[in-house]
């Protein structure tokens, strides 16, 4: 099987060259057109002919396919469905906010983590996402829209400490000045509490957001909500977090999914108040997306439990529900097309 050429770094490909009799300057020259977009080695009009023949013949330049589109008529939110090179399906959603433009990426073709109101875990993990599909995501959601992305969250489809190695060398790729040179302050990346993970991006001390989804701060309702808290209990994961501030100096955002009558009450909040102790964090109340195939419903004590969290010195918001009419919730679009099978178009 051919190597894939845009999950290369700069230096890898500075060695291809010269393996090839290749001046230097040309692996910045072909690293230009990876990160442009280039869907074809032919696109690359200022390499010679017989050296583009050799980068076809040697390495494997794959492209995501848009397989439909949704743009919200509320707030212009755009959801795109993406088809891969084996035929499955990927989602990244475009938000425009006042500061710029945020692209939700997928880290996974589905996700093992199984979270109880996550449309993504419908189905399991089919596979990891290479760091050029990661990529993509981003350049070709620039392309479509015609909008510069300023700011990238990883997100969407997927648990991203779950295919680790793929999304550091995804960061590496989109940090790169030559390439799109997105800074790591710029990038968020969520887990739903893969210690291990935390760790070690704690020990690469590198400047991104981590978001931790919490959705619960007791072990009985997280392990019904998350069953990864049966692996690390919510013990284990503020002591990670903890750790990871101690390490890093980088405020820890926690996403907190509000349902009714599961993790809305006072007493959890009071015990966010307490895990948090110590250590600056942001809880980010997430207003919940109603998916049909879940039990689970929107919480309707959302501001009181906010207001319970501020009271007591926590920084919380409400984060804007964006794209409530095109199937906001991730992993929503991908099943829909699953379910028409016609290679999960």
């Known amino acids: 099987m051919r190597e894939d050429i845009r999950s290369m770094t700069l230096e890898e490909l500075a060695a291809a060259m010269g393996e090839l009799g290749e001046p230097a300057f040309r692996a910045k020259q072909v690293f230009a057109w990876l990160h442009r977009g280039a869907g074809s080695f032919a696109e690359m009009s200022d390499i010679s002919k017989p050296l583009r023949q050799q980068l076809a013949q040697r390495w494997e330049l794959s492209a995501l396919r848009e397989a439909r589109k949704q743009v919200s008529q509320v707030d212009g939110t755009t959801k795109y469905l993406w088809e891969l090179s084996d035929g499955n399906c990927i989602e990244t959603v475009l938000m425009r906010y006042r500061h710029g433009n945020t692209v939700c990426i997928s880290s996974q073709v589905g996700c093992r983590m199984g979270c109880a109101f996550c449309a993504s875990t419908l189905g399991g993990k089919v596979r990891d996402l290479r760091p050029s599909e990661m990529l993509e995501q981003v350049l070709f959601t620039q392309a479509g829209s015609g909008l510069e992305v300023s700011n990238i969250v990883l997100m969407g489809i997927g648990e991203p400490m779950d295919n680790l190695d793929n999304v550091l060398r995804f960061l590496e790729l989109v940090n790169h000045p030559q390439g799109l040179n997105i800074g790591m302050r710029h990038?968020?990346?969520?887990t739903c509490g893969v210690i291990p993970g935390i760790r070690?991006?704690?020990?690469?001390e590198l400047q991104l957001t981590l978001s931790v989804s919490l959705h619960a701060p007791d072990n009985e309702t997280r392990s019904r909500l998350m069953p990864v808290n049966k692996a690390y209990s919510v013990e284990e994961l503020f002591a990670a977090c903890h750790d990871y501030f101690r390490k890093t100096g980088r405020r820890i955002s926690f996403e907190y999914a509000m349902i009714d009558g599961v993790n809305d009450a006072d007493w959890?909040?009071?015990?966010?108040?307490?895990?948090?102790?110590?250590?600056?964090?942001?809880?980010?109340?997430?207003?919940?997306?109603?998916?049909?195939?879940?039990?689970?419903?929107?919480?309707r004590r959302t501001r009181r439990f906010q207001q319970r969290l501020e009271g007591r010195g926590v920084?919380?918001?409400?984060?804007?529900?964006?794209?409530?009419?095109?199937?906001?919730?991730?992993?929503?679009?991908?099943r829909k097309a699953m379910e028409t099978g016609r290679k999960g178009l």
């Open 268 to 299: 959890q909040a009071d015990l966010i108040v307490e895990k948090l102790r110590g250590m600056p964090g942001h809880v980010n109340l997430i207003p919940l997306n109603d998916v049909a195939e879940s039990p689970l419903k929107p919480s």
């Open 315 to 334: 920084t919380a918001t409400v984060r804007r529900s964006l794209g409530g009419d095109i199937d906001a919730s991730c992993g929503q679009l991908r």
């Open 200 to 204: 070690r991006l704690a020990e690469l």
């Open 187 to 190: 990038i968020s990346l969520s």
